[in-house]
């Protein structure tokens, strides 16, 4: 049975490369897409010939609904999800800083556009929660057939080299990048061991897709500063593989918040150019602010066991 993916944002730029690269390694793809035309793109798909068809599941991944059923879709084929790349994303809907439509400043300002922090951010906390849900399952599943455990499975965000640096033009895509590097450090080691996945990001600098506008691509190709689908794809196959044993082109810049023998989790691989650095938190200050976040004697599980148990949940 070949294993199973799901990918979201699939139809195009960062996630159709993503979904090739699976479909060529023999994984049976579900492509997620809010483009109605999306089934055709899959539709064109090479693939080799013992490898299942990818499906084309249309949907918005910031509804519920339309990500549950993509994921639901995926394990009804083969009753586990190997892996997931949580990938859709798009940019600021909005000058948050543009000037006001009434100069006299009697009407209120327009509410946030909440659709970029839905699409980048929202959905990705959903995308993990029903990650969880899946993996569990599929043990459940699993034990109830009296069949092998399902293996470790993965989860692969892509948020950006702007989940690292400032992002002047698209501050709220910046906001929701560095969003989803401090979950995937966050989780990344309680995924293994509460849920069965590991859970990392890749941070891409510029790569020629369909998001950035048009006219951008020639100016930065003469800078020399493109970014090439193949770095990308290398850190990707960096966090499918069985080992945290880095390839050559592959450099670790910081300590990671989750260092261990197996297969990498809590990693965030910037990719820039040729190159792939995995990224740690920021060093800390002092003392304490590494007491803080490591928690070594339990206090903030203690105290949020207790506070939640107070509010009953
Ligand atoms: N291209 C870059 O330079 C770059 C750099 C860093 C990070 N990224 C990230 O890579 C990811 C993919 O972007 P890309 O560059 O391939 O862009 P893209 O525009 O080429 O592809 C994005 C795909 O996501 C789909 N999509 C958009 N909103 C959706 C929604 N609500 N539900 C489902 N699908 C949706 C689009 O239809 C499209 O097929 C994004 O998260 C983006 O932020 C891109």
Known sequence: MAPVAIV?????????????????????????????????????????????????????????EDQAHLFETAYSFAQHIDVFLANAGVDDREDLLAEPVDPTFAAKPTPYNATTADINLGAVLQGFKLMVHYSRRAEYDAKAACSTPPPLGRMVVTSSTFGLYPFPTNPVYAATKHATRGLVQSLGRRAEKEANFTLNAILPAFVPTGLAPEGLVAQIRDWGYITEMDTVLKALGLFLGETAELPNGVQRVEVPAALGDGPLTGECAEVSMAEVYLRGSVPFANDSQRWFSEDPDGLWWEGYRQKRAADGK
């Open 8 to 64: 979201t944002g699939a139809c195009s730029g960062i996630g159709l490369a993503m979904s090739k690269e699976l479909i060529n390694r023999g994984y049976k793809v579900f492509m997620g897409d809010i483009n109605p035309k999306g089934g055709e793109v899959v539709d064109a798909l090479a693939r080799p010939s013992a490898v299942p068809a990818p499906t084309f599941v249309h949907g918005n991944v910031a509804s519920f």
